[in-house]
Antibody
Framework: EEQLLESGGGLVQPGGSLRLSCVAS????????MSWVRQAPGKGLEWVSA????????YYANSVKGRFTISRDNSKNTMYLQMNSLRAEDTAEYFC?????????????WGQGTLVTVSS | QAVVTQEPSLTVSPGGTVTLTCGSS?????????PYWFQQKPGQVPRTLIY???DKHSWTPARFSGSLLGGKAALTLSGAQPEDEAEYYC?????????FGGGTKLTVL
C-alpha cells in the first residue's frame, strides 16, 4: 500500500528556518512527480511547490519563491522542503502529495500533513 | 499570476444534480491546464476526485463526473448524497505551476 509520511513541522520564530520531509513507501518513488500543498487554519488549499520524478525541474508559487527550496533524494524515497525566512503567513498544515507519473506533479494522493507554526 | 475562480457556495437537494465550475483569469480552461478536483471534509485530508478534466480516481463514486463547459472546468454531481456535503477545490496548472481555486462549499439540503 502506498503511503506518504510528512515530518519536520513545529513552532518556529519569524525569520527562522525549518525543513520538512516526506517519506514515501509502497511505490517506485523516482517514477513520480511530487508536490507540497499547504492549508492555513480555516483557509483553502494553496499549492506551494513541485518537483519532477527525476528531480531535474522544480516549480514554486510566487508566495514562496526565493525562500523555499524543494528537493528529493530518490535513494531514500524522500522529498524535502527547506523553508527559510519564515513569516507568520506561512503558518499552515503542509501536505505532501504524489503525482500520477514521472512528469506529473498535480496531487493524486496525499499524506496526512505536518503543522508549521510561525510565531514569536 | 493567474487567478482560479470557483463559486463560494452551492446547495443541492438530496438526489439532485449540481455543477461546480472552475475558471481561469487568463482565459478559457483547456485540457492543457490539467484540471483536477478535490474533496475535503472538515478535519480530513483532501482527496483527489477527478484528474485531467474527467478521469476518476479509484475511489471516486460514479455520481461525480468532470468536463470542460463554457470555457471552464466543471464538476457535476448527479444524485447527491448527504455524505457529499464538503468543500470542493479545483486546481489548474500553468507551465508547471499549480494554482488552486478558493473552494466551493457544497451543502446537501
Amino acid at each position: 500500500e502506498e503511503q506518504l509520511l510528512e515530518s519536520g513541522g513545529g513552532l518556529v520564530q519569524p525569520g527562522g528556518s525549518l525543513r520538512l520531509s516526506c517519506v514515501a513507501s509502497g511505490l517506485t518513488f523516482s517514477g513520480y512527480g511530487m508536490s507540497w500543498v499547504r492549508q492555513a487554519p480555516g483557509k483553502g488549499l494553496e499549492w506551494v511547490s513541485a518537483i519532477l520524478g527525476s528531480g531535474d525541474s522544480t516549480y514554486y508559487a510566487n508566495s514562496v519563491k526565493g525562500r523555499f527550496t524543494i528537493s528529493r533524494d530518490n535513494s531514500k524515497n524522500t522529498m524535502y522542503l527547506q523553508m527559510n525566512s519564515l513569516r507568520a503567513e506561512d503558518t499552515a498544515e503542509y501536505f505532501c502529495a504524489k503525482g500520477r507519473g514521472i512528469s506529473a506533479t498535480a496531487p493524486y494522493s496525499w499524506g496526512q500533513g505536518t503543522l508549521v507554526t510561525v510565531s514569536s | 499570476q493567474a487567478v482560479v475562480t470557483q463559486e463560494p457556495s452551492l446547495t443541492v437537494s438530496p438526489g439532485g444534480t449540481v455543477t461546480l465550475t472552475c475558471g481561469s483569469s487568463t482565459g478559457a480552461v483547456t485540457s492543457r491546464h490539467y484540471p483536477y478536483w478535490f474533496q475535503q471534509k472538515p478535519g480530513q485530508v483532501p482527496r483527489t476526485l477527478i484528474y485531467d478534466v474527467s478521469d476518476k480516481h479509484s475511489w471516486t463514486p460514479a455520481r461525480f463526473s468532470g468536463s470542460l463547459l463554457g470555457g471552464k472546468a466543471a464538476l457535476t454531481l448527479s444524485g447527491a448524497q448527504p455524505e457529499d456535503e464538503a468543500e470542493y477545490y479545483c486546481s489548474l496548472f500553468y507551465s508547471g505551476v499549480g494554482i488552486f481555486g478558493g473552494g466551493t462549499k457544497l451543502t446537501v439540503l
